[in-house]
């Protein structure tokens, strides 16, 4: 059973519960993107019930009429058995979200990932005419030419600074570079797309950023966040701007909620408080 400190971070185990949590973001006009635990497989079997199980909530999503999307992790789907399955899959999801008119991103993992997950990608959101979203990575040494493969492509981009830690020969290691790359890939953004900008980030300087490129170019964008961090900046930012919330649910959620804790002292302190029960 889900402890009540994972609360914060995940939105219960089962479908019912990521549901009622999108109704609770939907209350403060906060839009949800649904992840489903699990990544990694390289059991088909594992793959395709998680496919189904996608394609279930799409429906579920569309029967409750919240405002809510998904979010898959390629591995999570088949990309560790082959790409042919990955492919299979994503396509049955993608059917049932036509269906039901729903939005279908993919995150990105690590850079063995990369090229699978953005052809795919590109192939998918060309044939649907929009309707899907990809994650690209400023700490990747490519990603300014990916940022500009997609100028014209339809769909969205969610750009983040990178959770993976990457080899130094293809990934710039020092945060500042990071920041950089990432304000420099807002800037081209705003510049070279018509829309379809997701600021994928809790940094009130790129969030911030977003807002002046926003101004001067009047290029639509949304801020995307994840569920328990800076909830209250969410709910403020909502009131302005289009705003999703990136909330994970499921049964295999101690390894996520141990990231969450661990990347961030305040997180681990939230934590041990609440074990305490101060
Ligand atoms: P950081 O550089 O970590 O921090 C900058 C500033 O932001 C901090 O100084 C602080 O002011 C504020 N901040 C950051 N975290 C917190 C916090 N917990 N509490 C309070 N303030 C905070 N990565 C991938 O590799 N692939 C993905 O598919 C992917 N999808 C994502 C989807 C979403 C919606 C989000 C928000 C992130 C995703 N990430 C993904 C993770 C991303 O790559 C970063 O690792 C993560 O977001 C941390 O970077 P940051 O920009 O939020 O801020």
């Given at each position: 059973?889900?402890?009540?400190i994972?609360?914060?971070?995940?939105a219960?185990?089962?479908?019912?519960?990521?549901?009622?949590?999108?109704?609770?973001?939907?209350?403060r006009?906060?839009?949800?993107?649904?992840?489903?635990?699990?990544e990694?497989?390289d059991?088909?079997?594992?793959?395709?019930?998680?496919?189904?199980?996608?394609?279930?909530?799409?429906?579920?999503?569309?029967?409750a009429?919240?405002d809510a999307?998904i979010?898959i992790?390629?591995?999570?789907?088949?990309?560790?058995?082959s790409?042919?399955?990955?492919?299979?899959?994503?396509?049955?999801?993608v059917?049932?979200?036509?269906?039901?008119?729903?939005?279908?991103?993919?995150d990105?993992?690590?850079?063995?990932?990369?090229?699978?997950?953005?052809?795919?990608?590109?192939?998918?959101?060309?044939a649907?005419g929009?309707?899907?979203?990809?994650?690209?990575?400023?700490?990747?040494?490519?990603?300014r030419?990916?940022?500009?493969?997609?100028?014209?492509?339809?769909?969205?981009?969610?750009?983040?600074?990178?959770?993976y830690?990457?080899?130094?020969?293809i990934?710039?290691?020092?945060?500042?570079?990071?920041?950089?790359?990432?304000?420099e890939?807002?800037?081209?953004?705003?510049?070279?797309?018509d829309?379809g900008i997701?600021?994928?980030?809790?940094?009130?300087?790129?969030?911030?950023?977003?807002?002046?490129?926003?101004?001067?170019?009047?290029?639509?964008?949304?801020?995307?966040?994840l569920?328990?961090?800076?909830?209250?900046a969410?709910?403020?930012l909502?009131?302005?701007?289009?705003?999703?919330q990136?909330?994970?649910?499921?049964?295999k959620?101690?390894?996520?909620?141990?990231?969450?804790?661990?990347?961030?002292?305040?997180?681990?302190?939230?934590?041990?408080?609440?074990?305490?029960?101060r």
């Amino acid at each position: 059973m889900l402890p009540p400190i994972a609360r914060r971070f995940v939105a219960g185990e089962t479908p019912a519960t990521a549901l009622e949590h999108a109704r609770e973001c939907n209350s403060r006009n906060v839009k949800v993107i649904l992840n489903l635990l699990g990544e990694h497989y390289d059991d088909p079997v594992e793959a395709d019930d998680d496919a189904r199980a996608y394609a279930a909530l799409l429906a579920d999503l569309a029967d409750a009429g919240v405002d809510a999307c998904i979010s898959i992790k390629p591995t999570q789907i088949g990309l560790g058995v082959s790409e042919a399955r990955f492919r299979d899959n994503l396509r049955g999801i993608v059917d049932v979200a036509d269906e039901h008119d729903r939005f279908v991103w993919l995150d990105m993992e690590d850079h063995t990932t990369t090229d699978a997950t953005l052809d795919a990608f590109e192939e998918f959101v060309e044939a649907r005419g929009g309707g899907m979203g990809v994650c690209l990575q400023a700490n990747l040494k490519r990603t300014r030419d990916d940022v500009e493969r997609f100028a014209d492509v339809p769909g969205k981009i969610r750009l983040v600074k990178g959770a993976y830690d990457e080899p130094p020969a293809i990934a710039h290691k020092g945060r500042e570079r990071v920041n950089e790359l990432y304000e420099e890939y807002l800037e081209y953004m705003f510049e070279a797309y018509d829309g379809g900008i997701a600021v994928g980030s809790h940094d009130p300087v790129m969030i911030d950023r977003a807002r002046e490129l926003h101004d001067t170019h009047g290029t639509p964008f949304e801020i995307q966040m994840l569920m328990g961090v800076r909830e209250d900046a969410q709910t403020d930012l909502a009131r302005e701007y289009e705003v999703w919330q990136y909330a994970p649910y499921g049964g295999k959620w101690l390894s996520y909620f141990y990231r969450r804790l661990m990347e961030r002292k305040e997180n681990a302190g939230f934590a041990l408080r609440a074990v305490l029960g101060r």
